[in-house]
């Protein structure tokens, strides 16, 4: 192919020095397009300098991901300590206490999606939607060359793919090396070939619904305190090893299909419990095509509840006192809700990762002008990638940590208590080897 060689990786010619498109090539409804593209130094430097906004706003986001975090997993651990009580009986020297409950939850409203859906018994009712829709596989292979220039090779592979809405016109970074990165779009306008691959606009959204008012035993509920429940709430119901938003209401049950709670006229799927829309089936579809799933949190179910309790009596959402909120309702028995809560405290480890590379990445963009200046000589761009790679990555798990003791130390006296005897024994050690 004009540009690359197979036998010796390198580049035989180059055609068009407008970074405009050297060659593609069709394959059936033009699934594979490729372009071969010259980029100078200059014009490489100016688009990592303007890309330094970004890495500051990166690193910015870490640190509110972790301090977030930190407090989540703090009241969670608090949450653990909620005093039981009755709910059929009143509790009111507890009242300003944090307190968990376990009883049937009731509500005298019914509840519709009034699109598709029969109004019901629920106390929540969420809805899932996906489309089928165009997913752009990027592959982009660079080559640098003496002078800082370089040449790109860029592949784009498209495929057809259910989506959940909420991923649509999202990109996402699946692999990064120094001369290869994969990118997975489906934000159509922005394909590297538009033409014959656009997804329509969505025309029907998640939703969430709950009722006004419910009750645990005795107590009312403060509902407008809850979140709606999301396309989230739906996926906990098909696999229970997922969970949902802090203060969003769960619907853990799934909805059945059928023509007594489906409004007449609509598509029925009966493998996958989908409703369908569009001119397509679930075995053939085409794009554009929706399907839906739905759950419920259903009037009359077991569960426990987790927040203060108030006057008159009601149980209301706890505040701790880093301003944190707590206002849980879990399915199932005060044992379950506090072995959920217990589980939900490792998922914060992934959530500290997460702000880890994603401060790791603000600061690989700070730095990256440096190394392009040091591909004038691509071998000392190569190092120079290495070198601020590592170090940014020791810089950023430093700062992760240090942000995360210097949280807890703020916030919890036992912390500080343990942490003075330990930082003197350490500076004794280090003296004695002095």
């Known amino acids: 192919m004009p540009g690359f060689n197979d036998e010796d990786d390198d580049i035989d010619e180059y055609t068009n020095q407008d970074d405009d498109i050297d060659k593609y090539t069709n394959q059936d409804d033009i699934d594979e397009y490729t372009e071969v593209r010259e980029v100078d130094c200059f014009t490489r430097i100016g688009e ?12 910015l986001i870490s640190f509110l991901i972790l301090i977030w975090n930190e407090g989540q997993l703090v009241v969670k651990q608090v949450a653990q300590q909620a005093i039981p009580i009755s709910s059929a009986v009143v509790n009111n020297q507890y009242i300003g206490k944090l307190v ?15 699109l598709f859906i029969k109004p019901g018994n629920y106390i929540a009712l969420a809805r899932s939607v996906e489309m089928y829709a165009w997913v752009e596989k990027r592959d982009k292979q660079v080559k640098t060359k003496l002078g800082g220039s370089q040449t790109q090779k860029i592949t784009a592979i498209y495929e057809k793919r259910w989506l959940p809405i909420k991923e649509l ?21 922005s ?12 025309t029907i959204e998640n939703a969430g619904y709950k009722v006004n008012a419910a009750k645990i ?7 407008q305190s809850f979140q709606l429940p999301s396309g989230a709430s739906v996926a906990q119901a098909f696999d229970a090893m997922l969970t949902v938003p802090d203060e969003e209401l769960p619907t853990p049950t799934v909805l059945q299909l059928s023509n007594n709670n489906t409004l007449p006229g609509v598509k029925i799927t009966s493998e996958y419990n989908y409703l369908y829309k569009g001119s397509g089936t679930l075995t053939v579809p085409k794009i554009g095509d929706l399907r839906m799933r739905y759950a419920t949190l ?19 959402p706890y505040v701790h006192k880093n301003h944190q909120r707590f206002y849980r309702i879990f399915t199932g028995t005060q044992s379950q809700a506090l072995g959920r809560i217990k589980k939900e405290e490792s998922w914060n480890w ?7 590379i994603t401060m790791w990445y603000g600061f690989r963009v700070l730095v990256e002008p440096i190394n392009i200046v040091l591909d004038f000589i691509p071998i000392f761009g190569s190092i120079g990638r290495l070198t601020t790679g590592f170090s940014t990555l020791i810089i950023s798990l430093t700062l992760t940590i240090a942000t995360i003791i210097i949280y807890h130390l703020t916030s919890n006296l036992l912390y500080i208590a343990l942490a003075v005897p330990i930082a003197f024994i350490i500076v004794g050690i280090l003296f004695r080897k002095r």
């Open 100 to 114: 968990s409950t376990s009883g049937v939850i009731t509500s005298s409203e019914t509840l519709g999606v009034h």
């Open 298 to 316: 259903n009037t009359n179910t077991n569960v426990t509840i987790i927040g203060m309790l108030g006057s008159n009596h009601s149980i209301v």
């Open 350 to 356: 992934g959530v500290r990762f997460l702000a880890l």
């Open 217 to 223: 035993g005795i107590f009312d509920l403060d509902m």
């Open 191 to 202: 394909f590297l070939q538009p033409q014959n691959h656009q997804n329509p606009s969505v």
């Open 48 to 59: 990592s300098v303007k890309a330094i906004g970004i890495g500051f706003l990166a690193i």
């Open 169 to 189: 016109n999202e990109e996402t970074m699946s692999l990064a090396r120094n001369d290869t990165s994969i990118i997975e779009s489906t934000k159509s306008t």
